[in-house]
């Protein structure tokens, strides 16, 4: 096992995954890496420091949290708070930005070729990579 | 809320999901609960215990485990044996029997509209519903 980012792996994402130990094998906030596919879907592990960007997906995008609290602050509707074991459908074209007051550890659902910043591209737009 | 299981619920399953709440709020095993829906996937929280059956599908199902372990044998290579934070993705048409010798609490990602007995139709054949 290498400590860096690697391609999509032999097995094509579909062996067992240790979610914690993945958490573990990079350092990165906002910079989701990939740990499985299935069905056109890719499940991505994301650090959460401080705040997001404002953006959108055309796509609903799911949250789920592991480690830490993320605020979901949503621009049409009450905050979301959730904590780990909590999860989250934000609603395609619902305009939206994460924050998370100390390191939060999530996963991420959704169809593959998401890219993070949605509508809003800008430095915080990642490349996101298998790990 | 009721301690029974619900229809859609009426943010169309898009609230917030505190995991093991959910979990509390049934007994049933072999009998997946539908707790979110997104871009025509659902999340099913399973409490697993004993030998399911052999079946297959034809789209991939993933396993992600909350409490307690579970054996993914397949038919065609070796088992997989999964623990809390562990995730796995059954490949469509792959025969598989999931095992959990003591109760496991899982969640099922998959398409909507997966029957969880797949390709073996039976006793254990469940009519998923919301929690």
Known sequence: MTEHPQAV??????GPVHIAQKFGRFTEHW??????????????LVKASGEFVWHQHEIDEVFL?????????????????????????VPRNTEHCPYAP????????EPAGVVNTGSAPGE??????WI
Do not use: Y
């Open 31 to 44: 910079s989701p890496k990939i740990i499985a596919e299935a069905n056109g879907w890719q499940f991505k």
């Open 9 to 14: 792996p032999a097995d094509g994402g579909r």
């Open 102 to 109: 100390e390191e939060c550890h999530l996963m991420l659902l």
């Open 65 to 89: 949290v592991f480690a830490g609290n993320v605020t979901i602050q949503l621009r049409d509707a009450e905050d979301v708070a959730l904590g780990p074991g909590q999860l989250f459908v």
């Open 124 to 129: 915080l737009t990642a490349v996101d990579e």
